[in-house]
């Protein structure tokens, strides 16, 4: 089993810095890609940014501000989140899919980090 650790969350003024950390903990796996999502009141989860290989993929609402990163050592991923903006406003989720040491394939969440930005 894989458990995740978030942290990094909190208030901050509309035009300010967060960095979100996630780190992943358990034996015998390899994780696939790392990502976060968000989900804020009324709305639907979605995607933020993922990071797989070397290869990253951000939602569009996010590019240019968002960067997202992956300590493979560490098993930990990264979210710096530059120019926030009220609509950034949400709980982020960590995401992993990792394969177990018997080749079956997961998906684990963590448990949400309350972002609120600030006008």
């Known amino acids: 089993q894989v458990q995740l650790e978030e942290s990094g969350g909190g208030l901050v003024q509309a035009g300010g810095s967060l960095r979100l950390l996630c780190a992943a903990s358990g034996s015998s796996f390899s994780i696939n890609a790392m990502g976060w999502y968000r989900q804020a009141p009324g709305k639907q989860r979605e995607l933020v940014a993922t990071v797989s290989s070397g290869n990253s993929n951000y939602a569009d609402s996010v590019k240019g501000r968002f960067t997202i990163s992956r300590d493979n050592v560490k098993n930990t991923v990264y979210l710096q989140m530059n120019s926030l903006r009220t609509e950034d406003t949400a709980v982020y989720y960590c995401?992993?899919?990792?394969?177990?040491?018997?080749?079956?394939?997961?998906?684990?969440w963590g448990q949400g980090t309350q972002v609120t930005v600030a006008s």
């Open positions: 995401n992993i899919k990792w394969t177990s040491r018997n080749g079956f394939l997961y998906n684990s």
